[in-house]
């Protein structure tokens, strides 16, 4: 689940509206942040597996530091406590946690029984695998997608044209580019897959960019 993800950070802004969307949308994707490196640390493993599931070519067979949910909630700790030292708003830490954590869950719908609970190949894995049904994900998705965007452009509005028109040059590339990974090639190599870390690492520097263009239209809870 990508846009999906994507879709709890955009809705999550009127939870927490001081914070920023791209802080928001890190926390839900980031344990897919940090999994690129560990690839490349030999630490993770994936391999390219085309008819694993209906929606992508991966096996995820080894993913324990990253998509176990015992060590989602220790990133989410981190992340949260991180967030509250620099910032001081106890909503958005509480926020963006809740973010984190909430990686595992929505990707127990839609993987194979992949998960692993605890940070450790052995022992039983889960996931109900949404991903066999393309169809069913798509539409699942890009309804939570444009609920998320709703959610997002009810809470705050454009002051300039960056505040419009990046957000929407954003949205899209977003939706660009979760077409291309359903319906395009599958990726060359593992080591392909292993050098997105940077990648996504600028997609996130966009939603930031963007809020700063951008105000509430109430104002914001101070707690």
């Known amino acids: 689940m990508f846009i999906g993800h994507v879709a709890l950070g955009l809705a999550a802004k009127k939870i927490a509206p001081k914070t920023s969307l791209g802080t928001l949308v890190l926390s839900v ?3 897919d942040v940090l999994w690129p490196f560990f690839l490349l640390l030999g630490l993770e493993h994936v391999r390219i597996d085309p ?9 995820f067979y080894d993913y324990p530091f990253t998509h176990s949910l015992v060590t989602g909630v220790g990133w989410a700790v981190l992340f949260g406590a991180g967030y509250y030292a620099l910032t001081r708003y106890r909503r958005g830490a509480w926020v963006v ?19 692993p609970v605890l940070p450790t190949n052995e022992g039983a894995k889960y996931g109900l695998g949404l991903w066999n049904f393309v169809a069913a994900t798509v539409t699942l998705e890009t309804a939570m997608f444009l ?3 709703a959610i997002y452009v009810k809470t705050t509005q ?20 979760y077409l291309g990974n359903i319906f395009g090639p599958p990726p060359p190599s593992e080591q392909a897959v292993a050098m997105l870390g940077p990648v996504i690492l600028a997609l996130v520097a966009w939603p930031y960019w963007v809020d ?3 105000v509430l239209r109430m104002p914001a809870k101070t707690a």
């Open 29 to 31: 994707i980031f344990v």
């Open 51 to 59: 008819g694993n599931t209906a929606v992508t070519p991966m096996d």
């Open 97 to 115: 946690a809740a973010g984190v954590v909430s990686h595992w869950i929505l990707d127990f719908f839609t993987h194979r029984p992949d998960l």
């Open 147 to 149: 609920i998320g965007i």
């Open 158 to 177: 454009a002051k300039d044209a960056i505040g419009k028109w990046g957000l929407i040059a954003f949205l899209v590339t977003l939706f660009a580019i």
């Open 212 to 214: 700063r263009h951008r």
